[in-house]
């Protein structure tokens, strides 16, 4: 079934659309959850939450790409959790790794959120992405933002972990760069 149509489902309010959506999106959205929580049953259970949370979505919203949107959810859904699960002294993951290697690029893990100016980083990251040749952006997103392993993104793009190492160092240091020109602090 076509992404309009399980839209159209949601928004007829059909029970139909969340088999729809499983069956189209059901691996996308734990891949992305489990890259993040690195447990079977926590990604279950997010997915099951990411279905709840487009089915309250929709009306009012209409995501133009749904695979997008429904991959939004999950990350946040996920990214919700690992931080409940880190204030019980568990976690790890895909998430660990990948935020200590953007240490460097972003400071401490919080830093962020203190920041007031979000939007000035966001034009930042924007305008770094675009620089970048389409796979090295595809490689530094898949693991900055969907958080999957070095290995899995070296089979899926047919390069060596090192080149895909070498890729994202490159990538951060050229987004440290970036970040500093506009006066964010690293």
Known sequence: MEDGQIVE???????RAIAETDARYGKYCCSIAYNILSSTEDSAECVNDTWLAA???MPPKRPSCLAAFLGKLTRNLALNRWRSRR???RGGGQLTLAL????GCAGAR???EDVEDRTLIVSVLDRFLASLPKRDRMVFVRRYWYFSPVAEI????GL?????KMILSRGRDRLRQALEREGVSV
């Open 9 to 15: 489902l949601y928004w007829a309010r059909s029970e």
């Open 55 to 57: 089915w309250r979505s």
């Open 87 to 89: 204030a019980e002294k």
């Open 100 to 103: 200590e290697e953007l240490g």
């Open 110 to 112: 919080n830093e962020m």
């Open 154 to 157: 070296a089979k899926d793009y």
């Open 160 to 164: 060596s972990q090192s080149n895909v």
